[in-house]
């Protein structure tokens, strides 16, 4: 008499019986797995449907430097004009949509993009702390105003003096144990320093090299 075999499967040379232990052990291992994917591209999705309404508030000059296509683009200038509650949340699952479909790199490239937004380069970081720096000193330092003319010899010498004389002034207590202020030369400074700054090198002929951990003399 033929044995009866019993109904299963195998799972990596190991045979599995259906209704046994191993059995049960397995589809809720499986079941766990498929709940942890549906968790993790639910995530994604939120990740994403966020970067993509992020995009309405970027500066169109990085929003223009990234590899979107006209189609993308369309999108997001659309979901700006939409004002109706409805027609907007229905225009951003749209833009979420082609968000899942960008390459990694593209992704990647927003969220840069993004983050230069919030936070600025690196470039820009370090232009505006070199600017607060040689703004400090050219209010504490005689011969600071000097230095800066020498390299950066295109620079309004006149209108530089006459901003650090009042800065100073500025800075001068009121009365005994009242604090330095900060006035509207004060700023002025520091927006010509920084455009200058970003805007021509420093002229190498003789310049007089800028090092912000030189000491006063």
């Known amino acids: 008499m033929s044995r009866k075999l019993k109904k ?90 082609l968000m899942r ?13 993004l983050d230069v937004q919030a936070n600025g380069s690196a470039a820009d970081n370090l232009l505006l ?5 040689w703004r400090d000193r050219l209010i504490a330092e005689d011969d600071a105003a000097a230095q800066w003319i020498t390299q950066y010899p295109g620079c309004d010498s006149q209108e530089l003096r006459a901003l650090i004389r009042q800065a100073r002034k500025d800075a001068t207590p009121s009365k005994p144990g009242a604090l330095p202020r900060h006035g509207r030369a004060y700023r002025e400074i520091f927006q010509l320093v920084r455009a200058q700054l970003g805007a021509i090198p ?13 000491e006063a003399s």
């Open 8 to 97: 299963g499967y195998f799972v990596r040379g190991e045979f599995v019986a259906e209704g046994s232990e191993r059995d049960l052990e397995l589809k809720a291992e499986l079941k766990g797995t498929d709940d942890q994917s549906r968790t993790d591209l639910k995530r994604e999705s939120t990740e994403l449907q966020k970067l993509g309404a992020d995009l309405l508030d970027l500066r169109a000059d990085l929003l223009a430097r990234l590899d979107l296509s006209d189609k993308f683009k369309d999108a997001i200038a659309d979901a700006k004009r939409i004002t109706n509650f409805e027609g907007k949340r229905r225009q951003m699952q749209f833009i979420g949509k």
């Open 101 to 113: 479909k960008l390459e990694p790199e593209v992704l990647e490239a927003v969220k840069q993009a």
């Open 202 to 214: 420093p002229n190498d002929d003789g310049a007089i090299p800028f090092s912000p951990a030189k």
């Open 129 to 133: 702390h070199q600017a607060e720096i």
